[in-house]
C-alpha cells in the first residue's frame, strides 16, 4: 500500500507585495484560505443533431475567482491595518501581485493579481478578535 502525502494546512504564507510588486510581505496570524475558486464559464452550443437529444457545452473564458482567508485580528499589525494592511487595500482597490506558498513538500507557490474585495474584523465580547478577508483575483494564476 502507498504511503500517503496528504498534509495539514499549517505553515501556508499568503503574501501580498508592495506597490513596487517585488518584495512580499506575509499577512499576520492566517488560520484558514478557501479558495483561489477557479472556473471557466460555459456556453451552449446544443443543435438539432446533438447525440440522444443531451445538450452540449464548451468552455468559455476562465475567471481566477476569490481567496478568502481568516486570520486573527491585530489591528495594529502593518499587514492588516489601515495604514498599510490588507485594511489599507480594501479602501484603496489597489491590484497587487500576490502569492501563496503551500505547506508541502518544496513549497510550490501559486502568483496572481488581485485587490481586497471585502475585509471583517469581528469582535466577540469573550472570544479572539478575528478578520476575513476576499481577495479578487484578476488574471491568471501561475
Same mark, same amino acid.
Given at each position: 500500500?502507498a504511503? $500517503?502525502?496528504?498534509? &495539514?494546512?499549517?505553515?501556508?504564507l499568503?503574501?501580498?507585495?508592495d506597490?513596487?510588486?517585488?518584495?512580499?510581505? $506575509?499577512?499576520a496570524? &492566517? $488560520?484558514?484560505?478557501?479558495?483561489? %475558486?477557479m472556473?471557466?464559464?460555459?456556453?451552449?452550443? $446544443?443543435h438539432?443533431e446533438?447525440? %440522444?437529444r443531451?445538450?452540449?457545452?464548451?468552455a468559455g473564458l476562465?475567471?481566477?475567482?476569490?481567496a +478568502?482567508?481568516?486570520?486573527n485580528f491585530?489591528?495594529s499589525? +502593518?499587514?492588516?491595518?489601515?495604514s498599510t =494592511?490588507?485594511?489599507s487595500?480594501?479602501?484603496? =482597490?489597489?491590484?497587487?501581485?500576490?502569492?501563496i #506558498?503551500w505547506?508541502?513538500?518544496?513549497?510550490p507557490?501559486?502568483?496572481?493579481?488581485?485587490? #481586497?474585495?471585502?475585509?471583517e474584523?469581528?469582535?466577540?465580547?469573550?472570544?479572539?478578535q478575528?478578520? %476575513?478577508?476576499?481577495?479578487?483575483?484578476?488574471?491568471?494564476i501561475?
Amino acid at each position: 500500500m502507498a504511503e $500517503t502525502l496528504a498534509t &495539514i494546512g499549517y505553515g501556508l504564507l499568503f503574501q501580498i507585495a508592495d506597490s513596487g510588486g517585488v518584495n512580499f510581505t $506575509t499577512v499576520a496570524e &492566517i $488560520t484558514n484560505l478557501r479558495g483561489p %475558486s477557479m472556473q471557466s464559464e460555459q456556453h451552449e452550443v $446544443t443543435h438539432m443533431e446533438s447525440p %440522444s437529444r443531451y445538450k452540449e457545452f464548451i468552455a468559455g473564458l476562465l475567471d481566477g475567482g476569490e481567496a +478568502a482567508f481568516d486570520m486573527n485580528f491585530l489591528p495594529s499589525a +502593518a499587514t492588516q491595518n489601515l495604514s498599510t =494592511g490588507v485594511a489599507s487595500l480594501a479602501q484603496s =482597490g489597489e491590484r497587487r501581485n500576490m502569492k501563496i #506558498v503551500w505547506p508541502t513538500i518544496g513549497n510550490p507557490t501559486w502568483s496572481f493579481k488581485g485587490f #481586497v474585495r471585502t475585509f471583517e474584523p469581528t469582535s466577540p465580547v469573550n472570544a479572539p478578535q478575528t478578520a %476575513s478577508c476576499t481577495v479578487k483575483i484578476t488574471g491568471p494564476i501561475t
